[in-house]
């Protein structure tokens, strides 16, 4: 049983406690690799889920190959193997194509977490599961401490993350240690696959494990500190368009006084240039200095432009560094991280900054702002009629990845810019 035994108890007791936090009907789809942590989810999961004590939750698994080592075939139909014996449904998603030579682990990184959620489409899954451990999240917080974030203190990978604003993800062996695994593993007689890629000293997760020593994370309450950025944003931020913010005077006094209403304020700020990250700290810094100083004047930092007027500060995309979008018929891409664009037409549209193109009455921030808003037009230069496309404002720092404990401060952001809400997680 998999519950009982001394050895194998922490996986079962985590795959236990993750199973029954989820009330609703609910397909999971998991990431496995063949390695021993994703294996051991597996094989956790999948017994546990055997018993019929969890009622309306099934599972799928599909495993990314990402071609780029010899073997990488060979080891996915392992896993297909395994997963035929457990009865769940398995699929292959290979990274073809040409692989970069340099930030080869990132592309490969971004690939497969692509490939995931093509997969849980192709599953019908509402939520991908992947087996971090806590070694991982060890070297997370290592790494993360090496890179001296600042500001928010240290932190670790969460325990659920929204994927391309669409998919949760969850970790449900974030707390259970790698050692713990290979014995449950051992102990159930099942093998796993050992990745060669973890003894390749390229990649910096590797060299983390080798070389640094572990660090505690500060405990950060990451959830309240979202709250509070996110009540900044809401009683504070006024849009005055999804591409011009105003934070009047005493919202000003206010971020400048509470870390939280800052790093909500920074997070604007990132979504407004289109950036996946926070204004780093130097550039922080500098906005910081700027504001408390109080003169009327205008900063640029992270591709905004921070303009002090007597109302407050109004928040817009510079104007300069803007590059055009040429979108084929039917093709879907982001525009200077700000915008989804999907093309509606039969014709490649042309998505640019507005430029001098815009009503000559505008005046000010609001003259500013639109300079630097899309333009939507075909290859001749003609402009493109609006049903011809679909646009939806884009939150950079979570277009990709939402961790759980930042929902509250992405709602916020999406309430400004007037986007759909981020999906709430499937559980409850
Ligand atoms: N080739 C793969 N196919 C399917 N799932 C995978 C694959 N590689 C990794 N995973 C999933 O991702 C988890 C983490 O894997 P690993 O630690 O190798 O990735 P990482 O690159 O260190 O993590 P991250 O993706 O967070 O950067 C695994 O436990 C597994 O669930």
């Known amino acids: 049983m998999l519950t009982s035994s001394a050895t194998d108890g922490s996986v079962a007791a985590a795959a236990d406690r993750f199973l029954s936090r989820f009330r609703r009907p609910v397909k999971f789809l998991l990431a496995v690799s063949g390695g021993s942590d994703s294996t051991g989810l597996l094989v956790a999961l999948a017994t546990l889920v055997a018993t019929g004590r969890y009622p309306g939750i099934s599972l799928a698994a599909c495993t990314v190959d990402h071609a780029l080592r010899p073997r990488s075939a060979d ?6 193997a395994l997963c035929a014996r457990y009865g769940i449904p398995h699929s292959v998603r290979r990274w073809d194509g040409p692989k970069p030579v340099t930030g080869l682990q990132a592309a490969a990184r971004t690939k497969r977490y692509d490939l995931l959620l093509d997969a849980a489409a192709g599953h019908g899954a509402d939520a991908i599961l992947t087996a971090h451990t806590g070694d991982d999240q060890r070297e997370t917080i290592a790494m993360r401490a090496g890179r001296a974030a600042g500001g928010v203190g240290l932190s670790g990978m969460a325990d659920a993350v929204l994927l391309g604003g669409r998919v949760w993800l969850f970790r449900p062996l974030l707390s259970v240690d790698r050692a713990e695994i290979r014995r449950f593993l051992e102990s159930a007689g099942e093998e796993w696959i050992d990745d060669p890629s973890n ?15 572990e ?26 368009s999804p591409l011009l913010f105003l934070l009047p005077p005493e919202g000003i006094a206010t971020a400048l006084a ?3 209403a800052w790093r909500g304020l920074m997070l ?3 979504t407004t240039g289109g950036r996946v990250h926070a204004p780093e700290t130097a550039s922080a810094d500098r906005i910081r200095t700027f504001l408390a100083d109080g003169t009327l004047s205008r900063l640029t930092a992270g591709r905004v432009v921070f303009d002090r007027r007597r109302a407050g500060l109004f928040l817009y995309r510079e104007r300069r560094g803007i590059e055009p979008l040429v979108l084929p018929a039917g093709g879907t891409a982001t525009w200077d991280g700000r915008l989804g664009v999907a093309n509606r037409g039969s014709r490649p549209l ?9 009503d000559p009455a ?3 921030a609001a003259r500013r702002a639109a300079e630097a808003a899309p333009r939507f037009g075909f290859a001749d230069g003609g402009p493109a009629p609006a049903d011809r496309f679909t646009v939806e404002p884009l939150i950079a720092p979570y277009a990709r990845f ?7 401060v992405a709602q916020a952001l999406a309430r400004l810019l007037g986007r759909a809400p981020f999906p709430s997680p499937p559980n409850g």
């Open 268 to 270: 604007l700020a990132a």
């Open 362 to 364: 505008l005046r000010g």
């Open 350 to 358: 042309v998505v640019s900054a507005a430029g001098a193109t815009i």
């Open 402 to 408: 939402l961790p759980g404990f930042d929902l509250p």
């Open 258 to 260: 509470d870390p939280a």
């Open 199 to 213: 003894a390749n000293p390229r990649f910096e997760r590797v060299r983390v494990r080798e070389g640094r020593p």
């Open 215 to 240: 660090a505690m994370a500060e405990a950060v309450d990451r959830l309240a500190l979202s709250r509070r950025a996110a009540e900044f944003l809401d009683a504070h931020v006024r849009a005055l």
């Open 75 to 80: 080891e996915a139909r392992a896993v297909a």
